[in-house]
């Protein structure tokens, strides 16, 4: 049974412990936070289903002033952990790595470290084998994470020469408030980095793309335009689409109108906090125009990460050293596919 701790209990943390948990080759042996966050208080509330451990000594002093009992430090668990996934925020992971040096743990990183940080840039379907026995992982953002799936799978069928992506981004978290509130798009400049990382994951296929913020918080859109190596009809990609486990058909007919249609079906069926691990694909958007596909694709960004950072733990520990075993049975331990 590999023992992991995850560390940074909030948006992504607290996902990740609920994914972890779920696993049946895997024990949760705790969480670690600095701050008394509400996310940390709604744990306290339930119950303490997870073991909480203070970031620090001082960390340890603000939990006790407002009587959230905490399991000791992190230091005191990190020689129990065989593995950590960081989920800090952007930059605490590399100070973290120091600590993880110290005790001997592998450890996989979200997307907002630095790609330094780590050995491999993991996915758990485009280049499983590499992540194998490695002892830092770091995940693609959540946006990339989904495009690759999507991607990969027609790449892995057909062949996929280039990639024209255009992403229109969410630009706050629901509950975040330091973003301001907002009546306007912003436009990054190209290329965005999903499509520089695609090439990193998958350096064959050419890809570029743009990125537009929009006031919005439940999901990320993704427009595609990809060219396939080989003649691809919208059946066949319908086909290949829903063969796979992580990605999800959908119609406008279903009543699927955009992203507060996906956030409400996943509260409806009860999923915690609304949260979805499948990427939908949009079928009423699947076009051609020549040789090139275009498809449109939803990112639940608070949840799609959770099963790749599954993946990286199967890899990391050498757990399986068979890509499609890995990945179906992270899915398998995380119910998917539930819709069909």
């Not at 919005?216 to 009809?233: E, N, R």
């Not at 290949?240 to 959908?250: D, G, M, N, T, Y």
Request: aromatic share 6%.
């Amino acid at each position: 049974m590999v023992k992991v701790l995850v560390s940074g209990y909030g948006v992504i943390g607290q996902r990740l412990a609920d994914g972890v948990a779920m696993q049946k080759d895997m024990e949760l042996i705790g969480v670690v936070d600095a701050v008394p966050t509400l996310t940390v208080q709604t744990l306290r509330e339930k119950g303490m289903p997870y073991k909480l451990f203070a970031a620090n000594d001082d960390a340890a002093k603000k939990f006790d002033s407002v009587s959230i009992p905490v399991s000791g430090t992190m230091t005191d668990i990190l020689p129990e952990a065989d593995i950590v996934l960081d989920a800090s925020p952007g930059g605490i992971g590399a100070k973290n790595k120091k600590l993880y040096l110290k005790h001997g743990n592998k450890a996989v990183f979200q997307g907002g470290e630095t790609d330094e940080i780590a050995n491999v840039f993991f996915h758990g379907y485009a280049n499983y084998e590499e992540g194998l026995n490695q002892d830092f992982l770091k995940l693609t953002s959540c946006n990339t994470t989904g495009l690759i799936r999507t991607i990969d799978c027609l790449d892995r069928e057909v062949g996929v020469e280039r990639v024209a992506i255009t992403i229109v981004r969410r630009v706050a978290d629901p509950g975040d408030y330091h973003r301001g509130i907002v009546n306007a798009l912003q436009v990054d400049k190209a290329p965005n980095h999903q499509a520089v990382d695609l090439m990193n994951i998958m350096p064959h296929v050419e890809a570029t793309g743009l990125l537009v913020h929009a006031p919005i918080t439940h999901g990320h859109f993704i427009s595609v335009l990809a060219t396939p190596k080989a003649d691809l009809s919208i059946e066949q990609a319908k086909k290949i689409f829903s063969s796979h486990e992580r990605i999800r058909l959908i119609s406008i007919q279903q009543g699927f109108l955009g992203n507060a249609s996906i956030f409400k079906y996943a509260r409806d069926l009860g999923k915690p906090r609304g949260d979805i691990y499948e990427v939908p694909v949009w079928e009423d958007t699947i076009v051609k125009s020549g040789r090139d596909i275009m498809f449109g694709i939803h990112i639940p960004q608070e949840s799609v990460t959770i099963p790749e950072s599954i993946d990286a733990i199967r890899a990391a520990m050498g757990m399986e050293t068979d890509r499609l075993k890995a990945v179906k049975k992270t899915n398998q331990y995380l119910g998917l596919p539930y819709w069909k």
